[in-house]
């Protein structure tokens, strides 16, 4: 005969079998499942409390945990919502870095740190399998004072979450339980991901102090335009060419980046850093920033002198010079 730790009282409230061991039992008691009268049987001292049907009838566990977990809920957030105490979800918030944000899009590896959120405060209504425009959820919990604020909450056994409800657009937490022992983590009124699926959720971000900052030692390229139109490639840990970016009056421009190819100085490897000082020349002018320079000049060529510091050749002065030297130069012509 089947023996479940869980009936309906007269009351039509759950009761757990462990809860009334050694207790005098005068009241009659309901299978969750096939809604047949049961026995407890809790006063032994070799078998567990456990309630069992009256006569042999066909009961299906399926339906009894199902509908268990179903009524668990409703009873436990019913007597949080009338005792005034929480019924908590715990959501995974990612911590993030803002310390340099705008001025370069990073963020420290933190991981994530939990947030809880008492579904108390804000969800005062409940409902048994109350439809919901398309969709008929196992248990509803609303607003009063904002009904489209709602929570759908379905108990999964064998059934899960259909792929057009996980898609609404709503929030669901759905809850598996696979046997009577995972009916405490309703019991307990507290969820977190390792006890249900959170879906629809916009999971919060959390800010971190300047203490936590890993990205600030980082080192990073920084290209600075001045008011004069010259321009220089740096580079340096990014709390040092920030600071320089926020203070200096005479800048006009600066764009500050990680390479692809790791915290390398572009300075160990002169044509790399060649390369990254002309696509930033390019990128400034591109976006109409007032820079003079000789790579932009219809007048340049390639110097042979590139490895001594001068990598213009000015066709126009017939000499090897260096690129910002168009600032100050009154045959400077931009090509088209």
Do not use: W
């Not at 929030?171 to 249900?196: F, G, Q, W, Y």
């Amino acid at each position: 005969m089947i023996k479940y730790r869980y009936a309906l009282n007269e009351n039509g409230q759950t009761i757990c079998a462990d809860d009334i061991a050694g207790k005098v039992i005068s009241e009659k008691f309901t299978c969750l499942g096939c809604e047949n009268p049961l026995i407890a049987r809790v006063n032994g001292e070799k078998v567990r409390p456990h309630f069992a049907h009256k006569a042999q009838v066909e009961c299906s566990g399926e339906t009894y945990l199902h509908k268990l977990g179903k009524a668990t809920f409703v009873d436990v957030y019913t007597r949080c919502l009338e005792a005034g105490e929480p019924f908590v979800i715990k959501l995974a918030a990612t911590k993030v870095c803002r310390k340099f944000h705008p001025a370069i899009i990073t963020a420290c590896d933190l991981g994530c740190v939990e947030k809880e959120y008492d579904l108390t405060e804000y969800f005062h209504n409940i409902q048994v399998e109350k439809r919901d425009g398309q969709f008929v959820p196992d248990v509803l919990i609303s607003s009063e004072s904002r009904p489209s604020e709602k929570i759908y909450i379905e108990i999964a056994h064998t059934h899960f979450m259909s792929e057009r409800k996980e898609s609404s657009g709503n929030r669901v937490i759905e809850i598996p339980i696979e046997t009577e022992e995972d009916i405490n983590k309703i019991r307990k009124s507290s969820l977190s991901a390792s006890d249900a699926l959170f879906i629809g959720f916009n999971h919060a971000t959390e800010a971190i102090t300047d203490s936590e900052c890993k990205c600030a030692a980082r080192k990073c390229y920084a290209f600075f335009v001045y008011e004069s139109g010259k321009a220089n490639l740096e580079f340096n840990e990014l709390r040092v060419v920030h600071s320089k970016a926020r203070k200096s009056d005479k800048l006009i421009y600066s764009n500050l980046f990680f390479s692809n190819a790791g915290a390398k100085s572009p300075f160990e490897n002169q044509a790399e850093g060649g390369r990254l000082f002309i696509e930033q020349v390019e990128l400034a002018a591109n976006r109409n920033v007032s820079i003079k320079n000789c790579y932009l000049c219809r007048y340049h060529a390639e110097s042979y002198d590139a490895l001594k510091g001068l990598p213009i050749f000015c066709k126009t002065f017939k000499k090897a010079c260096g690129s910002n030297e168009a600032a100050d130069c009154e045959r400077y012509r931009r090509a088209v």
